[in-house]
């Protein structure tokens, strides 16, 4: 898979991408991710990427010529001279144009699957007070946001989706059914039809009909068996796998209910 950045500030990927499963997967060829500085494709001297938003504002704006000319440039790699007639870049099946946005619907895991089964993502880093609306209308394909806050400006954001997305990959864990097990996977423990009769009652939890989104991941413990004072939960040690699933089942919904019951209302709307 390639992934393709458009920044105002390549260098701050020299970080982000040489580290764990990214970098393994970089170095063993299955990702190839290429940084771009939108300067480089601007036509002025000064190189200018923004300008003062029309109607007033607090703020600037980044331009919609060099993000156009930007992917464009990406895009011709292989579709050389291809341009739709409304003046748009080309579009593939296999490609995505994510512009990464304050104003986008919010990444959750199943955008990060169907990423993961694409060729090409082509990732925008908004910057400043946003970016020009053309952008999101006729040159992304998907507007996101990782959550319901503000950045200083997409680098973070995309260096998060490229992290989830390459874990999806076959090939990119040394286990492929550690990513069926995680919080928000399709192949985790998915939240029960909740009865408000019977809540919690373990009979309901295994022969309900289970349906997303899934649960939070279920707590997970390692040795020292003991750490001042606290112990693992006995059932881990007791080496009954039917029992230490139900209590997997059943500690994963307690703590939904904790952190995330927005989860759960969403599975009964």
Not at 7 to 25: D, M, Q
Not at 100 to 113: H, P
Not at 252 to 265: E, G, H, V
């Amino acid at each position: 898979m390639k992934f393709d950045i458009v920044t105002i500030f390549p260098e701050f990927f020299a970080g982000p991408l040489h580290y764990g499963i990214v970098r393994r997967a970089r170095e063993s060829g299955l990702i190839d991710i290429r940084v771009h500085d939108l300067r480089q494709f601007t036509h002025d001297r000064h190189k200018t990427v923004d300008d003062r938003p029309f109607g007033g504002g607090e703020g600037m704006v980044l331009k919609p010529e060099p993000l156009f000319a930007a992917v464009e440039t990406i895009l011709s790699e292989s579709a050389p001279g291809k341009q739709e007639r409304d003046g748009s870049p080309p579009q593939s099946d296999d490609t995505a144009v994510v512009l990464l946005s304050a104003s986008g619907k919010t990444f959750v895991q199943e955008t990060a699957q169907r990423f993961a089964s694409l060729e090409r993502i082509i990732l925008l880093c908004g910057r400043y007070e946003g970016v020009d609306e053309r952008v999101a209308e006729h040159l992304a394909t998907d507007e996101i946001s990782i959550g319901d806050f503000v950045l200083s400006g997409g680098e973070l954001a995309a260096a998060l989706v490229i992290d989830a997305v390459t874990r999806l990959l076959p090939g990119a864990l040394g286990n492929e059914a550690s990513s069926l097990h995680e919080s928000f996977s399709p192949g985790h423990i998915a939240a029960p039809d909740e009865r408000p009769e019977t809540p919690t009652d373990e009979k309901q939890l295994t022969e309900n009909t289970l349906r997303a989104p899934a649960l939070l991941d279920y707590p997970h413990y390692t040795r020292p068996a003991e750490f001042r004072g606290w112990r693992v939960p006995e059932v881990l040690l007791s080496g009954n796998h039917e029992e230490i699933r139900r209590w997997r089942e059943r500690v994963a919904l307690d703590k939904t209910r904790r952190n995330r019951p927005d989860l759960l209302s969403r599975t009964n709307s």
